[in-house]
């Protein structure tokens, strides 16, 4: 009987301590605890304030298994780690999830903190983020250099900007006026910009390009320049480069110019306009001409720097003997080979109208004769107003004609 109450107080014993081991535990990682693995046994997870937990791997939260940061935690997901929460979460006032690697979300998420994206992090979020005081950010870095050339990042600051003209940078003011702001920039000159956008903002910035001496390079066209963000490349628009993230932090790179010939894709080209009248046409250096269109202008691109020679066609049937040539204005004179030259070509000096071609004084064969047998006309008259004149002062025994002048009489010598 005893040997039998024993075993049945081992026994009790035993089922006693079974729901002790299996009993789910409130878990409250220490200061620099690495998560990975999943919450299995664990009822719930707190991060208590001042305590920065770390996930590394993979990690799952089971749907039973809530989590909570409270204000002043950190749950810093590793750019190696993955974190998938099945369960609920909430994100104290001042609490922080900040992420490098990979959060998926598939269950509702309170949010009064901040959620962040940083490095290549992402968020996939199949359940609901709600909470008017909380944050969604990502991470944007837009670096400033690269090999082979500096590129000097100008930045607006984020949310209430707007893309204006000019290439320069605008907000609203109080009464919603644009107003200037190109001196007011987010982060200097010289240096790349690292910040967090809310979700929702955007972010606009330009490229100021400079050589390794930091020496202006107004050649490179940021037209053609690759900008890429997240290896995707962006455009300008009116001169500057808009990022507004979604659910993911935002890498900036830039294509490289580590040679002449790279360079060389990068190029301004000016466009100049060649153009045409009747008569005549403006032709570039190389060109063949059969037939021109009377009042048609051609345009040819030339490299941001070099030179450029023209000549001016003229057709048959036309005369050059009077035509005059000026560039932006000024008269030019050809060469011995017939050809003008425009030096130094910048789009500067193209916005100002210094390369316009202007053409005068080509006229028809037909003309110049016309105006030849009008002067002729007019010498053969003028002759014979002369002769008339001649006529009647010679009845009135008026001489048209010079006097001869009287010799002196000669010396006379006196006989002594």
Same mark, same amino acid.
């Given at each position: 009987?005893?040997?039998?109450?024993a075993?049945?107080l081992?026994?009790?014993?035993?089922?006693?301590?079974?729901?002790?081991s299996?009993?789910?535990?409130?878990y409250?990682?220490a200061d620099?605890a690495?998560?990975?693995?999943?919450s299995?046994?664990h009822s719930?997870?707190r991060?208590l304030?001042g305590?920065t937990v770390?996930?590394?791997g993979?990690?799952?939260l089971?749907?039973n298994? /809530?989590?909570?940061i409270?204000?002043g935690g950190t749950?810093?997901?590793?750019?190696?780690?993955?974190?998938t929460?099945?369960? %609920?979460?909430l994100?104290?006032e001042?609490g922080?999830i900040h992420n490098?690697?990979?959060?998926?979300l598939?269950?509702?998420?309170?949010?009064?903190g901040?959620?962040?994206?940083a490095?290549?992090?992402?968020i996939?979020?199949?359940?609901r983020i709600s909470?008017?005081a +909380?944050?969604?950010?990502?991470?944007v870095?837009? /670096? $400033?250099?690269?090999a082979g050339?500096m590129y000097?990042v100008?930045v607006?600051r984020?949310? !209430? *900007?707007?893309a204006?003209s000019?290439?320069?940078l605008?907000?609203?003011n109080s009464?919603?006026?644009?107003?200037g702001?190109n001196? $007011?920039?987010?982060?200097?000159?010289?240096t790349?910009?690292?910040?967090y956008l809310?979700? +929702?903002?955007?972010i606009?910035?330009?490229l100021i390009?400079?050589?390794?001496?930091g020496?202006?390079l107004p050649?490179?066209?940021?037209?053609?320049f690759?900008?890429n963000v997240?290896?995707?490349r962006v455009y300008l628009?009116?001169?500057?480069?808009?990022i507004?993230p979604?659910?993911q932090?935002?890498?900036?790179?830039y294509?490289?110019?580590?040679?002449?010939?790279?360079?060389?894709k990068y190029?301004?080209t000016?466009p100049?306009y060649? /153009?045409?009248?009747?008569?005549?046409?403006?032709?570039?250096?190389?060109?063949?001409l059969d037939?021109?269109? $009377?009042?048609?202008?051609d345009k040819?691109?030339?490299n941001y720097?070099?030179?450029?020679?023209f000549?001016?066609?003229?057709?048959d049937?036309?005369q050059?003997?009077n035509?005059?040539v000026?560039?932006?204005?000024?008269?030019?004179?050809p060469?011995?080979?017939?050809?003008?030259e425009?030096?130094?070509?910048?789009? %500067?000096?193209a916005?100002?109208?210094?390369?316009?071609i *202007?053409?005068?004084?080509v006229v028809?064969?037909s003309?110049?004769?016309?105006i030849?047998?009008?002067?002729n %006309?007019?010498? $053969?008259?003028m002759?014979t107003?002369?002769?008339? !004149?001649?006529?009647?002062?010679g009845?009135l025994?008026i001489?048209?004609t010079?006097?001869?002048?009287t010799e002196? /009489?000669?010396?006379?010598t006196?006989?002594?």
């Amino acid at each position: 009987m005893k040997k039998i109450i024993a075993v049945l107080l081992v026994m009790v014993m035993a089922l006693s301590c079974v729901p002790m081991s299996l009993a789910a535990d409130a878990y409250e990682p220490a200061d620099g605890a690495v998560l990975t693995g999943t919450s299995e046994g664990h009822s719930s997870i707190r991060i208590l304030e001042g305590r920065t937990v770390k996930v590394s791997g993979s990690y799952e939260l089971k749907k039973n298994t /809530p989590l909570t940061i409270d204000a002043g935690g950190t749950l810093e997901i590793l750019a190696d780690g993955k974190l998938t929460v099945n369960g %609920t979460a909430l994100v104290s006032e001042e609490g922080i999830i900040h992420n490098e690697g990979s959060l998926i979300l598939n269950n509702s998420v309170a949010n009064s903190g901040v959620i962040e994206n940083a490095g290549k992090g992402s968020i996939t979020n199949k359940g609901r983020i709600s909470g008017d005081a +909380g944050t969604l950010r990502n991470e944007v870095k837009i /670096p $400033n250099t690269n090999a082979g050339l500096m590129y000097h990042v100008r930045v607006c600051r984020p949310d !209430f *900007y707007a893309a204006g003209s000019e290439g320069g940078l605008y907000r609203n003011n109080s009464n919603g006026e644009a107003t200037g702001i190109n001196d $007011n920039a987010f982060g200097a000159e010289d240096t790349g910009v690292t910040t967090y956008l809310n979700e +929702g903002q955007s972010i606009y910035f330009y490229l100021i390009f400079k050589d390794e001496a930091g020496e202006a390079l107004p050649q490179v066209d940021p037209e053609k320049f690759v900008v890429n963000v997240n290896g995707t490349r962006v455009y300008l628009d009116r001169g500057l480069y808009k990022i507004t993230p979604d659910d993911q932090a935002i890498t900036v790179s830039y294509a490289s110019i580590l040679d002449a010939a790279t360079m060389y894709k990068y190029v301004k080209t000016i466009p100049i306009y060649l /153009p045409s009248g009747e008569g005549y046409r403006v032709c570039a250096y190389g060109d063949t001409l059969d037939q021109a269109v $009377n009042e048609n202008i051609d345009k040819t691109e030339v490299n941001y720097g070099s030179n450029f020679y023209f000549r001016v066609e003229i057709f048959d049937g036309w005369q050059k003997s009077n035509i005059t040539v000026t560039v932006g204005g000024v008269e030019v004179q050809p060469d011995k080979f017939g050809y003008y030259e425009i030096t130094n070509i910048t789009d %500067t000096l193209a916005e100002e109208g210094a390369y316009e071609i *202007y053409v005068a004084g080509v006229v028809k064969d037909s003309t110049q004769n016309l105006i030849a047998t009008i002067m002729n %006309t007019i010498r $053969n008259v003028m002759e014979t107003i002369i002769d008339m !004149f001649k006529t009647l002062f010679g009845t009135l025994g008026i001489s048209l004609t010079k006097a001869p002048e009287t010799e002196a /009489p000669a010396e006379t010598t006196v006989a002594g």
